[in-house]
């Protein structure tokens, strides 16, 4: 069994996913790329699972790929790399569209795929220590597989910025630019993140899913009459749902909804 990735799930619903390469600065390589890929899918289907707290132990959160690792797939042909590369991007394609809210807690740096993991969560919170860096080129590399989901963060004109000057910068800029929500002192960021999780678990957990779609469906969309009316059937089948009938019934009856255990 691996060290490199924990998973606990606690008895609140509150899934915490750690990285645990701490002598690497938690640097992935293809075996952490599978385990997290696949940590993920299992959280995904565990019903035990409502939350998932992405976080990391030691200085960094992480230091992207590990370059050990690359610099040995690049002795390999195209082909081989190809279908490497296609497991970080199925990585991050699975934590991007996880049917439940995911919190990062950033405790310190995060570089070029670090910075891609938390491109992919729903909220993050980070370190005044949580530096960060798209380094790739500085490696003549480019973030590739990352690009769309950190373009789609922070908007092309950060992303030619940072893509391109390879420069560290501060938790407050990544704030400014909309790649965390939040900074704390580097011994709240894990607490923070573990109360966001905890109170996520009062909304209706389908609704979320349903909320995170929409978002994907609608954003950078031409509002339009066809636009319009998905969305209107969008919430016109959320009010019919089970969950959207027992939310609605609950707050008329004054007392919390099925899906508040606590
Ligand atoms: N892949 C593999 N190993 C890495 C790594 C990475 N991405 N980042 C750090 N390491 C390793 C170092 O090689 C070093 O190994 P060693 O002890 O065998 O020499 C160990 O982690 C400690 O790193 P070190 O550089 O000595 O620590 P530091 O505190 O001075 O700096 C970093 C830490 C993360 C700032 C620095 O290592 C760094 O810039 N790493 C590259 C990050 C990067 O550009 N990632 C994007 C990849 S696309």
């Not at 976080?55 to 081989?80: H, I, P, Q």
């Amino acid at each position: 069994m691996s060290t490199s990735l924990t998973t606990h799930i606690a008895s609140n619903g509150v899934a915490t996913l750690t990285l645990n390469r701490p002598e690497r600065h938690n640097a992935f390589d293809d075996g952490l790329i599978v385990e997290l890929t696949e940590a993920l899918q299992a959280l995904a289907e565990n019903p035990a699972a409502r939350v998932v707290v992405l976080a990391a132990t030691g200085k960094s959160f992480s230091a992207g790929a590990d370059l050990g690792w690359m610099k040995r797939m690049a002795s390999y042909g195209e082909a081989e790399n190809l279908a490497d590369a296609r497991k970080l991007a199925q990585l991050m394609h699975v934590l991007d569209t996880l049917p439940k809210p995911t919190v990062a807690a950033v405790q310190g740096p995060a570089y070029g795929g670090g910075v891609g993991l938390l491109a992919c969560c729903d909220m993050v919170f980070a370190a005044p220590e949580a530096m960060l860096a798209l380094t790739e080129v500085k490696l003549g590399l480019i973030p590739a597989v990352i690009s769309p989901y950190v373009v789609r963060k922070i908007g092309s004109s950060h992303a030619r910025r940072y893509f391109l000057s390879a420069e560290r910068f501060t938790p407050e800029t990544a704030l400014r630019i909309g790649l965390v929500h939040e900074i704390a002192p580097q011994d709240e960021v894990s607490p923070l993140a573990h109360s966001w999780a905890a109170q996520l678990l009062i909304n209706g957990p389908a609704s979320m899913q349903a909320a995170k779609q929409l978002v994907a469906e609608v954003a950078d969309r031409p509002i339009c009459g066809e636009l319009n009316e998905h969305c209107a059937q969008r919430i016109a089948r959320q009010r019919v749902s089970p969950e959207g009938q027992e939310g609605l019934t609950a707050f008329l009856e004054k007392r919390p909804p099925n899906w508040v255990t606590q």
